[in-house]
């Protein structure tokens, strides 16, 4: 009887300590940096995002939602990603205007799937919205998307 106690307390607590929230996330990124393919092609030009994120209490985020690729052909995706966050803002821009810092990662689901790796600041403008400002590096298999840096922002609201 005593496990059993002890596997409901645990999660129990485990449940309270895993609720957080959710919000939209909207962002836009354009390539700072692309090769061109053998063919001569430019490829991705910007990405269109449109998310859910769910952040825990323990600064972990996840979102997925629907990406569109613009350059030589338009394209949609499935992407899915996850952030960690500075525990305490990395600085103060102005008094009630916090900024944290943030390392994560993510993968789209296009023709090829491409993994990325990103950076940035999340900067609390109001209590209910953040920007987002950040810096991704696509890495695929295809030369379509491979060794693309992406400079973006987006808006948690």
């Not at 821009?93 to 296009?110: A, D, E, K, R």
Request: net charge negative; charged share 15%.
């Amino acid at each position: 009887m005593r496990p059993l106690l002890l596997a409901a307390l645990v999660l129990v607590s485990a449940n309270a300590s895993a609720e957080g929230q959710i919000a939209s996330l909207i962002n836009f990124e354009s390539a700072a940096a692309r090769p061109t393919t053998p063919d001569g092609e430019t490829n991705v030009t910007s990405i269109i995002g449109a998310n859910m994120e769910y952040t825990l209490p323990e600064n972990i985020s996840f979102y997925g939602g629907l990406s569109f690729v613009i350059g030589e052909e338009f394209e949609n995706a499935i992407t899915l990603g996850s952030r960690y966050y500075s525990a305490t803002p990395a600085l103060q821009i102005l008094p009630g205007i916090p900024m944290w810092s943030f390392i994560g990662g993510g993968v789209s689901f296009l023709d090829e799937t491409v993994y990325y790796p990103e950076a940035g600041f999340r900067i609390g403008i109001s209590d209910a919205s953040r920007l987002d400002v950040f810096v991704k590096v696509l890495n695929s298999s295809s030369d379509t998307y491979d060794k693309h840096v992406m400079v973006g922002a987006g808006l948690t609201f």
